[in-house]
C-alpha cells in the first residue's frame, strides 16, 4: 500500500527556509487527505498540518501557522511543506501520512493504506 518518501531535510539557522517533499511512488496522493508529522527528538510524533485532497481545505498546529504552508503539485504526485521562519524547535525529523484534517491526527485505518511510517526527513534548525 502507501510508502511515504520524505525528502528536503537539512540544517538551516534560525529563521531559515526548507522545503519538504512527499510522495508515494508509482501512487498519486490526491486521493486522500495528506499530512507532516514532527518527531521532536525524544517525543512523540504530532501532526502540524494537514491538506484536503483537493486542497481546498487546510490545518495546521497554531505553533506552525503563519510559518508553514502545505500545497500539492498539480499532478497529486506530490505533497510538499513549506516551512519558513524555522526556530529551534522545529528541529526533528518530519513525516508525512494520511491525517484528519481536523485534528492533525494520523489515519491509518485500511481505506488509507497507511502501514508504516516511512524514513522520515531530519530537520535541523540552529542558532
Known amino acids: 500500500h502507501l510508502q511515504f518518501v520524505e525528502s528536503g531535510g537539512g540544517v538551516v539557522q534560525n529563521g531559515g527556509s526548507l522545503r519538504l517533499s512527499c510522495a508515494v511512488p508509482?501512487?498519486?496522493?490526491?486521493?486522500?487527505?495528506i499530512g507532516w508529522f514532527h518527531q521532536a527528538p525524544g517525543k512523540e510524533r504530532k501532526g502540524v498540518s494537514c491538506?484536503?485532497?483537493?486542497?481546498?481545505?487546510?490545518n495546521a498546529a497554531d505553533s506552525v501557522k503563519g510559518r508553514f504552508t502545505l500545497s500539492r503539485d498539480n499532478a497529486g504526485k506530490t505533497v510538499y511543506l513549506q516551512m519558513n521562519s524555522l526556530k529551534p524547535e522545529d528541529t526533528g525529523v518530519y513525516y508525512c501520512a494520511p491525517c484528519w484534517l481536523h485534528t492533525l491526527a494520523l489515519v491509518d485505518t485500511p481505506q488509507t493504506g497507511f502501514r508504516s511510517w516511512g524514513q522520515g526527513t531530519q530537520v535541523t534548525v540552529s542558532s
Open positions: 491538506i484536503s485532497r483537493t486542497s481546498d481545505l487546510k
Open positions: 508509482g501512487f498519486d496522493l490526491d486521493n486522500y487527505a
